[in-house]
Each structure stands twice: as structure tokens, then as C-alpha cells.
């Protein structure tokens, strides 16, 4: 786990190590173990390191290896690079390191970009050919780990985040309209390539871009498992489909045990945490550090599930640790929460990870944490009512959407309204593609290859990484996750959501956590906002920066203003925040010129 970056020209002309310098200096808190930067000429690559696998120098970054005339960046972790390293080795590769880096070196060098295939793992890495003056950038298939680009004529640039390509200077951050509507309707997820700036893109997730000497580009997207009955598995019955879940996620949980430190797990006391609790227990480690964070309630709402959490560590006895954040402390690290967004995120679970985090990284660099599994299993609530739909885009849209195109209209100045509904468009492209059998495993696979990578793994890769730690997430397992397409979706809905997983989860934890009402990362306090957290946003909104900008109407606004708790959105996000945010985070950065 580390941060990347990176320049390759293709005019001739030497990259700038000075701009990749500064671009590996603004990512310290992701590599808080050392850094490196090395130049070839027209390629220069940079990397701060965090400490995970191989704690010696001798895998250090950017690793070149001069006898294969190849140099890597790489961020993140291949779980499986001991049986691959034994594999190379038999081929008659060497190796100078013990850890997972040079495996993908060598890796490419003997299967060529097809090695990804063989990767279990989280991964952004960009692997530059010496000879050839190629370069070769991927990013896993779910994109846990980010990858951002600028290209401006015969120059490409590269970063694990995008205020590092901000500090290398350059970049047109004027806003992207397309993705402005994306954000003010698709929930704030902002698809690739596109992000809120024109200047910057990101790599699109299980996506392999060559990139040859004269800067041609070529992608080949290497995984998309279809959401199909298969005719083999007609005769598996609910506790066939139970066992093989439990099955593929016990060896998900194992793997994500690779490294040399010591692992823990974030828990929310959900079922999709609490079973990775119960599934290392099952395994034998013992005192597993586990975490909690609460807030304050706010308008009645509870603030923190505390009840559960500490029950599933009572349970199996773990080392647990409930943090408990008053309002006070919560509005006072807001600023460095949207700051630490590599792109403006609306969801409240953004200040709960930073916080989390932050304690977390005082104890320890390396947890697994239960995101992906409601998009994976069937877990939110607009999945039942997409059962029996005959028009998926329609009913998809009315449940997810926060505003529709005329609603917008009304929303947002007539200069920064996209030319079409640019967000239904998108939607409806990956909804009605081929490979998926009903509405529910349209939706599924557009939640779990579009919304997942660009809402929670985002957020929780941008809000560890923040403090150096390390998010292991096994719901990802692409494994587990082609199976769990596979499944009829009946089995997924049944018991509220959720049903296979729930039932395997019973075999291993407390009925207790599973029975519960579904909860959410609660933080009530920005979803009612008032009292200091209304005098914030409308300073922001209101400041001679927003008004320039102009992105908002004056009387939408004053709406907000006037009763912010009725503008509530479908999936029960607060408007006022959703466009608060992104003034506060377009000036933190100091971007979004028109």
C-alpha cells in the first residue's frame, strides 16, 4: 500500500522529475515509510511506501530491475505472491526481494499484461519498458486502487490521487459538466474516466492501458463476470448456494491475512464485518484488534451501533476499541476530511472512516473491513421492488437518482446544466448491456462495477490512506464475487437481503447481529445540519469564491438554507451537504474555475 506517480514524455524531451517529485511529497500520508523517485530519461517515477510485506530495503520503490530492463510503481498487494513466486522460480526467474512487488515484475516479463489475470489482489501499477519505450498502467478489478491521469499533448502524468497531479502544476481544473451532473444525480458518483475536473481522468477498473513509445493508447478491459444462471448449478438448492458462499468467503477472509504486521478488522457490528470477525476467530487468531467509532445522536437518531459491535467482541474476545467522537470534535475535522478526498464525496461515512482511521493507524497498518457486500449480495433496499420491473432504467433511476434532469434544471445555473441527462444516459448504457439475466443482476452489476469503485471502496481508500493504513476488503474477492453472480437473485433478496450471505453468517456469529434492523455508518449531525454545522456550509456557499463560481441558483439555495431537513434525498442524504461539500472541496483544492 503506498502512493504512485509518475511522467512519460513522448516528444523527446526528459520528464520532469521536479514535478514528480513534488506530486510524491503531497502523498506522504499514504507512504509514511520511506520514498523513492528515478528517472530514465523521457520517464520519471516516484512512490511513497508504507510497510506491509517485505519490510526491508530491498523492496523499495520504484524497483527496477535492470536485467529485464523494466521499472514499476505499484500500489497495493497481490495476496497470492508466494504461489506465484514458486511458480516464476520454477520458470527460472530469481528474485533479490521477498515481497509482492517484484512478483509482478517478473510476472509481466514472463505472461506479459495477462499476468493481472492471475492476480489475487488490490492493484494500480504502471510498469515502463526500457528498451521499447513502452509503458503499461492496470488497476484491479474493482478498482480498490485509484489511478489518476492527466495528458497534456506528448506528456502523461500519473498519481495515486488527484491533488497530487494538482501539485505538480499544469492541470486545466476547470469543472467537467457531464460529471457535475453525474455527482448532482448519480448519488456523487462520478464514473470513469471522467472526474469533476476536465483536466483529470481516472483509469476505469479491471482496465489494462499500453501506452506505446510515440504515446498511442490502447485499453482491453480483462474482467467482467456475467450475471447469468449457469446450466450446471439448475440443481443447487438455497443451502447449496449457502455452503459454497461460506466457503469462497472463509478463503476471501484467509487471504487477506498475507502480510508482516499484524492485521485487525474494522467493525461496524454489521453482519459484514461481524462475520469476518467470526470467520478469523475460526481460523485461530487470537486477540484481533477491532474497532468502533460513534457519534452523537442528532434529532433522535442514534449516532453509533455500539450494542452489536461490542457483542461480536465480547463474543469472540477480541482486543476492541470503541471511539466515541463528540459534535465539537466531529464539525473541527471536517476540513481535513473533505481535503483528504481525492475527489469530492458526498457520503457521511467519509468523516467516520478519517476518524476511524486516525485512531486505527496509532495501533496498527493493516485491517479488513465489510465493504462491497450489500453491492455483492443484495443488501440495499432498492433491489426487492426491481424483482417484477419492466422498465429497469426507469425504476432504478427513481430509487438511486437524487434529482432528475428538470429537477436539475431548477437546481443548478443555466451555464453548468450538461446539454443532455448525461447521468440516465450513462445508467442506462450499463443497465441494459448483455450478460446479465434479470433487472436485479442489471442492477447488481452496474452497483458493483460502477457505484462500488466510485462511493464506498473510494471513500475508504481515500480515508485510510489518509493516516497510512491499509484497507483489506474481502467481499471483493473476485472469486467470491463471480460466484455470488451466479446465484438467483431470489436467494439474494430473500430475508430481507442479504439471504445467502445471512444464512452463512448464521453458521458463524450471534443470531443477534444478524435479526437486527439493517444500519448505516450513522452521522446524524450532517444530515440534519444546524447550529455551527449550518453556519459552515452557508459560509461556504455564501463565500466570494461560490459566488463566482455560480454553480447553484441563489433560490435553491436559500431553500436549503431556510429548512435544510425537508430537502432530504431518495437514499436519505441531506441536499444542503451534497452541494456544500462540493463548494468546500473545490476550494480546499483550489479548483473549479469555469
Not at 176 to 191: G, I, T
Not at 384 to 410: C, E, G, I, Q
Amino acid at each position: 500500500m503506498c502512493g504512485i506517480a509518475g511522467e512519460i514524455r513522448f516528444d523527446g524531451e526528459w520528464a520532469d522529475t521536479a514535478a514528480v517529485s513534488r506530486m510524491v511529497s503531497s502523498m506522504q500520508s499514504r507512504g509514511p515509510n520511506g520514498s523513492g523517485l528515478v528517472g530514465h530519461g523521457r520517464a520519471a517515477f516516484g512512490h511513497r511506501r508504507l510497510k506491509i510485506i517485505d519490510l526491508s530495503e530491498k523492496a523499495q520503490q520504484p524497483m527496477v530491475d535492470p536485467a529485464l530492463g523494466l521499472t514499476i510503481v505499484f500500489n497495493g498487494c497481490i495476496y497470492n505472491y508466494p504461489e506465484l513466486r514458486g511458480e516464476l522460480e520454477g520458470l527460472g526467474y530469481s528474485f533479490f526481494s521477498t515481497g509482492d512487488t517484484e512478483v509482478i515484475l517478473k510476472a509481466f516479463h514472463a505472461w506479459g499484461e495477462d499476468c493481472v489475470s492471475r492476480f489475487h489482489g488490490m492493484f494500480a501499477f504502471c510498469i515502463y519498458n526500457r528498451d521499447t519505450g513502452e509503458a503499461v498502467m492496470a488497476r484491479d478489478r474493482f478498482g480498490i486502487k485509484p489511478l489518476y491521469f492527466s495528458r497534456q499533448g506528448k506528456q502523461l502524468r500519473f498519481a495515486s490521487t488527484l491533488p497530487a497531479l494538482l501539485a505538480a502544476g499544469d492541470i486545466d481544473t476547470s469543472i467537467d459538466r457531464d460529471a457535475l451532473h453525474n455527482y448532482m444525480s448519480f448519488h456523487a458518483v462520478v464514473p470513469p474516466p471522467r472526474t469533476i475536473l476536465n483536466g483529470v481522468r481516472k483509469l476505469p477498473p479491471a482496465t489494462i492501458r499500453r501506452i506505446d513509445a510515440d504515446g498511442n493508447e490502447t485499453d482491453r478491459t480483462y474482467w467482467q463476470p456475467p450475471y447469468t444462471r449457469r446450466a450446471e448449478d439448475s440443481g443447487l438448492t438455497f443451502d447449496d448456494w449457502r455452503d459454497r458462499v461460506l466457503e469462497a468467503l472463509r478463503l476471501a477472509v484467509q487471504r487477506r491475512m498475507v502480510a508482516d504486521v499484524p492485521v485487525g478488522v474494522l467493525l461496524s457490528g454489521g453482519v459484514d464485518s461481524s462475520v469476518i470477525v467470526g470467520l478469523l476467530a475460526e481460523q485461530g487468531q487470537h486477540d484481533l484488534k477491532t474497532f468502533s467509532i460513534g457519534f452523537e445522536e442528532a434529532h433522535g437518531e442514534k449516532g453509533d451501533e455500539f450494542q452489536y459491535s461490542d457483542l461480536i467482541a465480547d463474543h469472540f474476545g477480541t482486543d476492541h476499541n470503541q471511539i466515541f467522537v463528540p459534535s465539537a470534535d466531529l464539525i473541527n475535522e471536517l476540513p481535513d476530511t473533505i481535503h483528504a478526498m481525492s475527489e469530492p464525496m458526498v457520503s457521511y461515512d467519509n468523516v467516520g472512516f478519517f476518524l476511524l482511521s486516525r485512531e486505527v493507524s496509532k495501533q496498527i497498518r493493516v485491517v479488513q473491513s465489510g465493504q462491497g457486500a450489500d453491492e455483492v449480495f443484495a443488501g440495499y433496499h432498492w433491489y426487492p421492488p426491481l424483482m417484477n420491473s419492466n422498465d429497469v432504467v426507469s425504476d432504478y433511476a427513481k430509487v438511486f437518482f437524487d434529482r432528475d434532469h428538470a429537477k436539475m434544471a431548477t437546481h443548478l445555473s443555466d451555464e453548468w446544466l450538461a446539454a443532455s441527462d448525461a447521468s440516465r444516459e450513462l445508467v442506462s448504457a450499463h443497465l441494459m448491456a448483455g450478460k446479465a439475466d434479470t433487472p436485479v443482476d442489471r442492477a447488481l452489476r452496474l452497483d458493483s462495477q460502477v457505484m462500488l469503485v466510485d462511493d464506498p471502496v473510494k471513500r475508504v481508500d481515500n480515508m485510510t490512506m489518509a493516516w497510512g493504513l491499509e484497507a483489506r476488503v474481502p467481499f471483493l474477492d473476485h472469486e467470491l464475487v463471480e460466484l455470488a453472480a451466479t446465484i438467483p437473485p431470489e436467494y439474494k433478496l430473500a430475508h430481507g437481503g442479504k439471504g445467502v450471505l445471512k444464512e452463512a453468517a448464521r453458521l458463524v456469529i450471534p443470531s443477534e447481529v444478524i435479526d437486527r434492523k439493517k444500519g448505516y455508518f450513522p452521522v446524524p449531525a450532517l444530515k440534519y445540519i444546524s447550529g455551527p454545522y449550518l453556519e459552515m456550509v452557508r459560509d461556504a456557499l455564501s463565500s466570494q469564491a461560490a459566488r463566482d463560481r455560480g454553480l447553484f441558483r441563489q433560490s435553491y439555495l436559500d431553500d436549503l438554507f431556510a429548512k435544510p431537513t425537508d430537502h432530504i434525498t431518495p437514499l436519505r442524504g441531506s441536499e444542503l451537504w451534497q452541494v456544500a461539500l462540493l463548494e468546500m472541496w473545490l476550494q480546499s483544492h483550489g479548483a473549479g474555475s469555469a
